[in-house]
């Protein structure tokens, strides 16, 4: 063993220490150990909301959709489809029909989109109820003033009237899906658009949802160039940067927890080097390098963040874990969520305990830089 790192772990020996050091060195190691907690904890917890909401939004978005580059109606589909079929990854494929409407119902009229499926699509809700009517969200029915039986009247963007009856009420946790989305039979669709057999385009169900932009890449190179292609994460691109975005912006704020709890490391050092005066200038006289003396002290502080991340990331463990046992309730309507989602992530792990211990290395440079400064005449006599 080097002799540096011995002294060092020597000198982190609770026995022998002065009191006011050893309770400097405990209130850094607890400072790092919380700071990565905590860390850690909320960091998870954005994890399992961020994993909830994009399960939200691939239960709710086509995978994929095929439509018309023109926008316009969409007939004789059928070879479309077994083109579409037979791409690989591709699990289903259904025509559907999506139009802007009013919805105009006991307590007033709101905007929405119908969406129009075949009965053996595979959705998010019951599409038997939709032989019989029409299915929409629970935000748009409290706005229209309408319950399950009650009659509502959709109004086209073409001055198409049809009134139907609710056969169902959807709560998605998505508001925007909740507030604005009509389900309807295709085919009772069709009639009330007076389309025939026409469509706005096809969607996809895809056996890994995650990798549905690689289907949907795959689609448009079978497909000529007179059709669109988009997955559901290019629909909600928008939504998932933000997610992103929203992810990196906390782990700044979070961050910063563990910069203060670094002070209390340089704090700890600047401690040790005052009471250490003596024993660095006898080192100096015994012919010890500069640069052994600043590895001391830079190893003594790389210590303490080391043991307080490790110790951080158990009790983070712990916490989650407790989390996932005993779930904590959260508000009704909460995306849709009863309770508080819990994710770890190793690479979240990783990235606090690497951060952590390398700026823990840095800010003992410049203490260690003032203990390896010193005099060996002047410490001495300090003394």
């Not at 982190?12 to 850094?28: A, D, E, F, V, W």
């Not at 994890?47 to 959709?65: Q, R, S, W």
């Not at 507030?179 to 385009?201: H, K, P």
């Not at 961050?255 to 080097?273: C, D, G, Y």
Request: hydrophobic share 45%; net charge neutral.
């Amino acid at each position: 063993m080097r002799y540096w790192l011995f002294y060092a772990l020597k000198d982190l020996n609770p026995k022998g220490q002065h009191r006011i050091t050893l309770l400097i060195t405990l209130l850094s190691w607890l400072g790092v150990t919380l700071a990565v907690t905590i860390t850690l904890v909320v960091l998870s917890v954005v994890n399992g909301l961020k994993t909830e909401f994009i399960e939200l939004l691939v239960k709710m978005t086509p995978h994929v959709t095929v439509t018309p580059a023109n926008r316009e109606t969409l007939y004789d589909y059928e070879s479309t489809a077994t083109q579409i079929e037979e791409v690989p990854g591709v699990e289903k494929v259904y025509p559907f029909l999506s139009m802007q409407v009013l919805v105009s119902g006991a307590g007033g009229t709101e905007g929405a989109i119908l969406h129009a499926i075949p009965e053996e699509a595979d959705v998010p809700h019951r599409t038997s109820a939709l032989r019989t009517g029409v299915i929409i969200g629970e935000n748009l029915a409290d706005a229209v003033g309408v319950q399950t039986g009650q009659e509502v009247t959709l109004v086209s963007s073409s001055g198409r009237r049809g009134t139907f009856t609710v056969t169902g009420i959807f709560s998605s946790g998505l508001y925007q899906y909740d507030y604005g989305l009509v389900y309807l039979l295709l085919s009772r669709a069709q009639e009330f658009m007076g389309l025939g057999e026409g469509v706005t385009g096809l969607q996809c169900k895809v056996k890994e949802p995650i990798r549905a932009w690689n289907v949907a890449e795959t689609i448009s190179q079978v497909l000529p160039s007179t059709y669109r292609t988009d997955s559901w994460d290019q629909v909600n691109r928008n939504v998932l940067l933000a997610l992103s975005l929203q992810k990196r912006a906390l782990l700044i704020i979070l961050f910063s927890i563990i910069l203060i709890a670094e002070i209390l490391v340089i704090s700890s050092l600047v401690v040790r080097i005052s009471q250490k005066t003596k024993e660095i200038g006898i080192l100096n006289a015994l012919g010890v390098t500069k640069k052994g003396i600043m590895s001391i002290f830079i190893t003594e502080g790389t210590s303490i963040a080391a043991i307080g991340t490790g110790s951080g990331c158990i009790l983070a463990t712990l916490l989650c874990s407790a989390i996932r046992k005993f779930p904590l309730s959260l508000p009704q309507g909460f995306y849709g969520l009863r309770y508080l989602p819990v994710r770890m992530e190793l690479s979240d792990f990783l990235l606090i305990s690497i951060l952590t211990i390398g700026i823990s290395f840095l800010a003992s440079l410049y203490p260690a830089q003032k203990a390896a400064s010193l005099d060996p005449a002047e410490a001495l006599r300090y003394d």
